[in-house]
């Protein structure tokens, strides 16, 4: 299991947390240092961002 390197500043808005997130994944990907991720971001108990990316099965 793997956690991407971003923490979300408590001031952040929605949008630009979805471009920081969104890049950071895109370039976990890219390195092929994962084939697939979920991400999902909540605060207060609110989901704020989610997303999956990649496969699920390299095979």
Sequence with gaps: MSS???IAR????D???HVRLDAALDR???????VGAVVMVAR???L???????LADRE
């Design 48 to 54: 704020r961002y989610a997303r999956a990316a990649g």
């Design 4 to 6: 991407l390197p971003v």
């Design 28 to 34: 976990v990907l890219a390195d092929e240092r994962v």
């Design 15 to 17: 949008a630009a947390l």
């Design 10 to 13: 408590d001031s952040e808005p």
């Design 44 to 46: 207060d108990g609110e």
